[in-house]
């Protein structure tokens, strides 16, 4: 289904909260303050790697207007924070690891005083060794930045005999791949409100993307119980996986805690740069071999990620790029290893694609670099080594049967670019080289075997008469209320207006987990799935109570319940008359995973396929993508235009992972601390065109419901858009974000003109 046509036979949804945001009027979570709040600020260690010797706040401490100014002897629970490993410390007590560790924080009376009062906080350290890259912390000698040593997570995977086969392959191609430290550049910096409650509760308001697992660490740092603690956690504005982790909160939660009043805090962007999580870089080698009909026989592949001073979720995300290391390939002899190692950087984290799109990046590369030495067709190469429906997964599990890489193979060879011939000279413009390339992916939904992934939700009838459907999920700009909205009113045959979505605050919603992992419209669905039917039974008992009508009888419609079975159905009772009662159906539910004991492997996936057009100019070096076109299976479509809108987002996201963004350090320390250095794409870089098809089919046995695409269209773009550079100019690209001096070359203009000139001399 072509979804940029209104042709389409689903509906296009306004999205209930659009107006408000694209008028201003919305309130984000970082807009509130309550009168008399105090202002929070974190004071930050500024040094890379140091023994941290003293904190002297007095001079801080004595500034009027300062209410409180903490350091890690003010901690009353857990000195950590981290959803896989809580190794962040609040406030560090003896040794510093990045330049954004925070030292102390202070609560004053307005943000000016409380920056002023960070100034004056004095640490006395003794500079150590800074780290600066992945191989630097791996070399004997290195200092250690964890009390493990400096590797945070190793994998390892492997079937067959790769070594030996490789030496009886009739090709063997190998190159080393590296990626950028990307940022999520969301909207709204972190920030918050942190209210002390009269009952000695708390309440944070603070954007996150799992409400309840802030809930949980904070309660570990407070050394209170969860129950204490209420999150108000949406809406958000923007978070990409950057708002996963806790940020301000550690910080808000003790200030609030410490004065009695409530802190309001809110990063700036060089703030946001130097402490938040990036995109993990990756080094990534590969070496795969070919029989001379381009099948591919083994494949050998070793990932080094710099995952920064402490673990976030770097190690899921080396799991889950060993896995894509593969991909939807069947490829019979593999070999996998990867290593997450500490360094003085700034922390790498969760980030969309979750360490897919790093290595899609270089093992599609391997299939193009296999079809040149080939001289064949590179998709060709693909078609011939594509899994087939009811193969196992890149690890070796069983999933649920697969159709996806095949199905979007396909129909992407449907675009209109791809009709075009792969190299073009601009003949008013002869520096202009247009060239197209096109790449593949399947992609893992929910956290894979081995990580806890519980899900659930609640549909209730308010006092007011409307359908509620609560959810632990957030709204962070992707379009979920719409979603949310759409397959409720279908389940039910009613109309927005009977509807009710409540998300977003631990108060009032059941826990469903994180809004992650291309995995909160596939929990929906399967909550709604699981819960409906015992929600209508629980209305029609007692329509059937309030008017003596057969409940066998009645079905949910606009407005209330509706007789069935008749040649014009008859009006039962209206939803409000039945509100009042306790009509609730809740389920709790584990995101689907492989029976097989295969750590971080995935049960279910989606599958893309890209291709681009790019102008490349000679003369400077620069790349405009002109054209992205897409197909995608992830089955059903539940809202046409929120699909659209996150694949068309995701790609332009990872147009910049491409061509342009790239979060410099130094010796430990940031070179882009803001948007003046580091450089997103805007509308000026957007594609032209960008066609998505959605592949709605889903393979027989696949019963597990629409997949979420939040990640899935920023998967493939870079290799399609490298591949396409290459076809205009002929240069192989391994690292990115691409560099232009690798593209400038007069030479090729100067013979084209020569060559003109010769032609206009001889007539």
Sequence with gaps: MLLNSHTTTHPWKVRPDGLEKVTGQLKYLTDMKTE??????????????????????????????????????????????????????????????????????????????????????????EPLPVISSPEEALQKNAPRLHKEGNTLHTTSYKRGETEHVLKECSIVVEDSYDTPRQMHVFME?????????????????????????????????????????????????????GKDELNVQPYGALLAVMTGR??????????????????????????????????????????????GAYATLGGPVLNFATEHAIGGYDIPHVEVNGKAVYTNNGISGEFRGFGGN?????????????????????????????????????????????????????????????????????????????????????????????????????????????????????????GLISSMEIMLTEAFKCSTEDTKITIGDTALVPSSGSTTASRATNMVWKALQNMKQPFKEKLYRAASALTGESKENM???????????????????????????????????????????????????????????????????????TGADHAVSAGKVINPIGYLGQIEGGSIMALGFTLSEDAIMKNGSYETPNMDTYLVPTIRDVPDTQRVDAVEELAEGDNYGPRGVGEIGSVALAPAIIQAVHAATGVRISSLPLQAEELVDERELLALMSEETREEQTG
């Excluded at 946001?272 to 990534?284: F, L, N, T, W, Y």
């Excluded at 087939?388 to 890149?394: A, C, E, K, L, S």
């Design 36 to 125: 008399g709040c105090l202002y929070g600020k974190i004071k930050r260690s500024g040094l890379p790697h140091a023994r941290l010797i003293e904190v002297d706040t007095s001079k801080a401490e004595a500034l009027p207007g300062v209410h409180a100014v903490l350091t890690s002897k003010d901690i009353p629970g857990l000195n950590g924070f981290g959803i896989a490993d809580p190794n962040q410390p609040v406030f560090c007590e003896d040794l510093i690891r990045f330049e954004g560790d925070a030292v102390a924080a202070i609560a004053a009376e307005s943000p000016e005083t409380a920056e002023e009062a960070a100034s004056l906080i004095r640490i006395k350290t």
């Design 189 to 241: 910096t972190e920030g918050g409100l942190f209210v002390p409650e009269k009952d000695g509760s708390l309440t944070v308001f603070a954007p996150t993307q799992h409400g309840y697992k802030d809930r949980m660490q904070l309660a570990r740092i407070l050394g209170w119980s969860e129950a204490q603690i209420r999150i108000v956690s949406s809406p958000i504005g923007g978070s990409f996986g």
């Design 262 to 307: 409530a802190v309001k805090i809110h990063y700036s962007r060089e703030e946001s740069v130097r402490a938040g999580i990036k995109r993990h870089p990756m080094k990534i080698h590969m070496k795969t071999g070919a029989d001379k009909n381009g099948r591919i026989l083994a494949h050998e592949v070793s990932i080094i990620s710099d995952t």
């Design 358 to 478: 790093q290595v899609i990046f270089a093992l599609e590369g391997q299939m193009d670099r296999i079809a040149e030495k080939l001289n064949v067709d590179p998709w060709s190469i693909r078609r011939k080594n594509l899994r087939q429906v009811h193969d196992y997964g890149p690890l070796g599990q069983r999933i649920v049967p697969n159709d996806g890489p095949r199905q979007v193979w396909k129909a992407i060879q449907q675009s209109p670019l791809w009709k075009k011939p792969s190299r073009e000279r601009d003949r008013e413009e002869p520096w202009i080289v247009k060239g197209r390339g096109a790449a593949l992916a399947m992609h893992g939904s929910g956290l894979g075997y081995g990580i806890p992934d519980p899900s659930g939700g609640r549909l209730q009838l308010s006092e007011s008469g409307k359908i509620e459907a609560a959810f632990g999920f957030e709204e962070c700009g992707q």
């Design 555 to 625: 079905q949910t419609g606009r407005g209330g319940i509706w007789k069935k079975g008749q040649k014009e159905e008859t009006f039962v009772c209206s939803y409000k008359d039945l509100a009042g009662g306790e009509i609730v159906s809740e389920t709790e539910f584990h995101f689907p995973v492989t029976p097989d004991a295969v750590t971080g492997g995935h049960y279910l996936y989606g599958s893309t396929a890209v291709v681009v057009e790019v102008e490349v100019n000679r003369l400077t070096g620069s790349v405009r993508v």
